[in-house]
């Protein structure tokens, strides 16, 4: 089954942690997104990468990173710096770029305290 | 700044009966356009993409698109309650590198 996968589902830790969240791909696309999705809002871009050990800053990048080390990972780690780091967080992955079409995983939902 | 707007709902449509989602963008160079639905607690699932004006079919599903008038639209016939949902727009830019953007989705319910 092609799919894309995320873990864990949830994931809680306490303020000043770094964390780090997995998503792996099958489908054999070069590129994968992170975003962030807050309760009635929108998702907001992260981090992409549309090519092994090549990646660019999304829209929020401040107190996020990420690796692109193999073509089917792309790890997200959140820092102690990001302000406020609960959130539901979505990875995905299309084809190509930006014009081809995304597939989600299933989500970490992130609760610090 | 570009953007993605839809009106957030909730929209709330008799089972059986057609639900139209709207959804304007800000880019009028704009050519790829995606909804996705989300259900509560889980993540965006692709239901349709478009990338030429006029209408596209896909089962129950139809995407219009008119780059005039810088808007998409998502019609389901035959709506069921399975089909409540929040509906996501995403619009890209002009060229393959432009990011995606999502709209902040439109809350639809299926009354029985």
């Known amino acids: 089954d092609g799919g894309i996968t995320q873990s864990p589902k949830y994931l809680f830790r306490k303020e000043g942690q770094n964390v780090t969240l997995s998503c792996e791909q099958n489908l054999n696309h070069d590129a994968m997104y992170w975003y962030r999705q807050d309760p009635g809002q929108g998702l907001r871009l992260i981090y992409y990468s549309q090519i092994v050990n090549d990646f660019q800053k999304g829209d929020i990048a401040e107190g996020y990173s990420v690796s692109r080390e193999k073509k089917e990972s792309f790890p997200l780690t959140v820092t102690s710096a990001q302000k406020n780091p609960t959130a539901f967080y979505l990875c995905?992955?299309?084809?190509?770029?930006?014009?081809?079409?995304?597939?989600f995983g299933p989500g970490t939902r992130l609760t610090v305290t | 700044q570009k953007e993605v707007e839809q009106n957030s709902g909730p929209l709330s449509v008799p089972e059986g009966a057609i639900a139209s989602l709207n959804c304007t963008y800000s880019d009028r160079g704009s050519q790829s356009f995606f909804w996705y639905r989300q259900y509560s607690g889980k993540s965006p699932e692709l239901i349709m993409s478009i990338y030429s004006n006029g209408d596209k079919e896909d089962g129950r599903f139809t995407a219009q698109l008119n780059k005039a008038s810088q808007y998409v639209s998502l019609l389901i016939r035959d709506s069921q309650p399975s089909d409540s949902a929040t509906y996501l727009c995403a619009v890209n830019g002009e060229s393959s590198a432009s990011k995606i953007i999502f709209g902040s989705g439109t809350r639809l319910s299926i009354r029985p």
């Open positions: 995905a992955s299309s084809l190509k770029d930006f014009s081809y079409e995304q597939y």
